[in-house]
């Protein structure tokens, strides 16, 4: 059984940083990547980040050179550092295992979602 808790959202003023954790237990397959998706109010989700587990990183374009997707794989851990935050970063953030090239067993695992909120 796999499980996701993601954490770290909340409330920060534009420019204003956060960090979101999301850790994994149960996963059958040690070196599945991460994603890191998003879901603005009225909008689909959307994926912003992904990281591999050798530790190469993609970002979409509103978020390079903002946001920062990292890990500990000690503690099945992985984090996205969101700086100079803006009002268009508010949705529901998730973390899924699984990117491109990934064992198929990493992906179809969501968490529940932290909300960030930029205002």
């Known amino acids: 059984h796999v499980q996701l808790v993601e954490s770290g959202g909340g409330s920060v003023q534009p420019g204003g940083s956060l960090t979101l954790s999301c850790v994994v237990s149960?996963?059958?397959?040690?070196?599945?990547?991460m994603g890191w998706y998003r879901q603005a109010p009225g909008k689909d989700r959307e994926l912003i980040s992904t990281?591999?587990?050798?530790?190469?990183?993609t970002y979409v374009p509103s978020v390079k050179g903002r946001f920062t997707a990292s890990q500990d794989r000690s503690k099945n851990a992985w984090f996205l550092q969101m700086d100079r935050t803006k009002l268009e970063d508010t949705a529901v953030y998730y973390c899924?295992?699984?990117?491109?090239?990934?064992?198929?067993?990493?992906?179809?695992?969501w968490g529940q979602g932290t909300q960030v909120t930029v205002s």
């Open positions: 899924a295992p699984g990117v491109h090239g990934d064992d198929m067993r990493c992906f179809g695992h």
């Open positions: 149960g996963l059958v397959v040690s070196n599945c990547g």
């Open positions: 990281l591999s587990s050798e530790g190469a990183t």
